[in-house]
C-alpha cells in the first residue's frame, strides 16, 4: 500500500512546498486543540466527556458505580474535581 | 493562539451552507460554527470537496477511525490527490473538531478519539510526505517513567507530535528503562521523550539516560523531558538533551533535536 500511494504521488507531482504547507496547518489545529486544553482542564475534568461520561480508567469517588447513570460523572462542578481522584485525606485530629 | 481562527483564511470560493451535500457535515457546521469567518471557511471548504472527502471529514468529525483508515487508502489508491485527501478531508475535518474542543462543544476525551481517527487517514499520507522529504521527522519513543501513571500530559504530546508528521511510538505509563532501550532497538529512534509527574519517579528519568549509557546506546538517542515538576535545571543536570514545558514545546524540541541528529 504504502508504496502504491508513493507512486501515485510521483504521478501527481505534489510539490514539497505545498505538502509543506498543509502540515503546517495542521500543527496550527493542534497547537490551538493544545492551548484550549491547558485552559479547558482548569475547569472540566478531562476525563468527562461530552455526555458526562466518566472516561477515566481509575476509580474517581465521583463516579456513579450503580444505578440507571452508572458510569456518569457525578462532579457538580462546586469543589475541585481533582478531589475524587485521590483517597480522602485522614482527618487531621486522628494524626494527632 | 486559542482567540485566533482555527482556519487560515484562503482563497477559498464563497458558497451557502446549503451547498454543503454531506447531511452531517452540514448539521455539524450550522449547529457549532458561529464566528462568521470560520463558518464562511469551511462551507467553502465543504463545498469544494467531493462526496467522498466530505466523507473522511465527517468520518474525523465522529471519531470512526475503522472509516477513515478506510476511506483514506481508498480514494489515495483510486487517483485523489494527497493534497485533496489532506485539504477537503483530514485536515477540513480536524479544523471543525479543534473549533467545537475550543468553543466546549466536545470535550478531551472526544478529541482524542477524534486525534486518532485524523492518525488513521494521516498514516497513509505518510509514505508521501517521506517521498517528498517532509516526514517522518523523525520516530519518537514516548513513555511516562517507571512507577509514575499520569498520562494526560503525555497523551497530549503525543497527539500534538502526530500532528506534527512525527511517528511516534507510545510505550503508555511506567516506562521501565529496559523497555525505553528494547523499543528504540526494535523501531531505530532516535528520539526518546520521558513523563514524569512525580517528583519520587523523576530520578527515574535519570536512571533510563544511565541505563542507556549502560547499554552503549547514549550516543544513538537523544532525551527529551517534560512533566509538571521536571524543570530546565532539572534536565541539564540528568544529562538530558532537552526540556519541554508543554505540548507545543514538545513538538519545537522534537523538531530541533531532530534537526540536530540530521
Ligand atoms: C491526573 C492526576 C492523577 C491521576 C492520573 C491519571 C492519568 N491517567 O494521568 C491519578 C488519579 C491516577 C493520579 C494518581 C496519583 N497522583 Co496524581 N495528579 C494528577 C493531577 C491532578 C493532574 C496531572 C495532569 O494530568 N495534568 C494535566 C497535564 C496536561 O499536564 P502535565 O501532565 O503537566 O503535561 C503537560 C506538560 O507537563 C508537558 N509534558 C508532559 N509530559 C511531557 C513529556 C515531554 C517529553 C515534554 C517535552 C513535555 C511534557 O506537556 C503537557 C501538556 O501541556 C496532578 C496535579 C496537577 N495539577 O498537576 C496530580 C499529582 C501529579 N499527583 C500527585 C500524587 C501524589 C499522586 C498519587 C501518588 C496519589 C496517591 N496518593 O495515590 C498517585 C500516584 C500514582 C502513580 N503511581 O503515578 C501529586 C504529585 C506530588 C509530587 N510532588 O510528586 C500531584 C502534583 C497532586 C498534588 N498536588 O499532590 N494522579
Ligand atoms: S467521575 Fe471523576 S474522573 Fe470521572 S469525569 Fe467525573 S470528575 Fe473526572
Not at chain 2, 465543504?46 to 468520518?59: E, F, L, S, V
Request: glycine share 8%; proline share 4%; charged share 25%.
Amino acid at each position: 500500500m504504502a508504496e502504491q500511494n508513493t507512486t501515485n504521488i510521483a504521478r501527481q507531482g505534489v510539490s514539497h512546498e505545498e505538502l509543506c504547507e498543509r502540515m503546517q496547518e495542521i500543527e496550527h489545529i493542534f497547537g490551538a486543540i493544545s492551548d484550549s486544553a491547558d485552559s479547558h482542564i482548569k475547569t472540566t475534568c478531562p476525563y468527562r466527556d461530552a455526555a458526562q461520561r466518566c472516561t477515566a480508567k481509575f476509580e474517581c469517588r465521583f463516579v456513579a458505580r450503580n444505578g440507571p447513570h452508572k458510569g456518569r460523572c457525578g462532579w457538580d462542578g462546586s469543589d475541585d474535581y481533582q478531589l475524587g481522584w485521590f483517597p480522602p485525606q485522614p482527618a487531621m485530629e486522628k494524626r494527632i | 493562539m486559542a482567540s485566533g481562527s482555527l482556519i487560515p483564511t484562503g482563497s477559498l470560493r464563497m458558497a451557502k451552507l446549503e451547498d454543503i451535500s454531506n447531511d452531517f457535515l452540514r448539521e455539524e457546521v450550522e449547529t457549532f460554527v458561529t464566528r462568521e469567518d470560520e463558518r464562511e471557511n469551511l462551507i467553502a471548504r465543504y463545498t469544494a470537496a467531493t462526496p467522498k472527502m466530505q466523507a473522511i471529514a465527517a468520518g474525523v468529525v465522529s471519531a470512526r477511525h475503522h472509516d477513515v483508515d478506510a476511506m483514506t487508502a481508498d480514494a489515495l489508491t483510486t487517483g485523489t490527490s494527497a493534497l485533496d485527501v489532506m485539504d477537503h478531508g483530514l485536515i477540513a475535518g480536524m479544523a471543525l473538531v479543534g473549533i467545537k474542543f475550543r468553543d466546549m462543544k466536545i470535550f478531551v476525551p472526544e478529541v482524542l478519539a477524534c486525534a486518532r481517527a485524523m492518525k488513521a487517514g494521516m498514516k497513509h499520507i505518510e509514505p508521501i510526505l517521506v517521498a517528498s522529504g517532509i516526514a517522518p521527522t523523525g520516530k519518537v519513543i514516548m513513555g511516562t517513567v517507571k512507577g509514575d501513571l499520569h498520562d494526560i500530559g503525555k497523551n497530549l504530546c503525543i497527539m500534538m507530535l502526530r500532528g506534527a508528521a512525527f511517528q511516534v511510538i507510545d510505550l503508555g505509563v511506567d516506562t521501565s528503562p529496559d523497555d525505553f532501550i528494547e523499543a528504540v532497538e526494535e523501531h531505530g529512534a532516535n528520539i526518546v521523550g520521558m513523563s514524569a509527574l512525580l517528583t519520587t519517579t523523576m530520578p527515574n528519568m535519570a536512571k533510563t539516560i544511565e541505563a542507556f549509557i549502560d547499554a552503549d546506546l547514549r550516543d544513538d538517542v537523544q532525551f527529551m523531558v517534560g512533566g509538571a515538576p521536571v524543570t530546565q535545571i532539572f534536565a541539564d543536570e540528568m544529562g538530558a538533551d532537552g526540556y519541554g514545558d508543554n505540548a507545543v514545546e514538545c513538538v519545537d524540541l522534537a523538531k530541533k533535536l531532530s534537526d540536530e541528529n540530521g
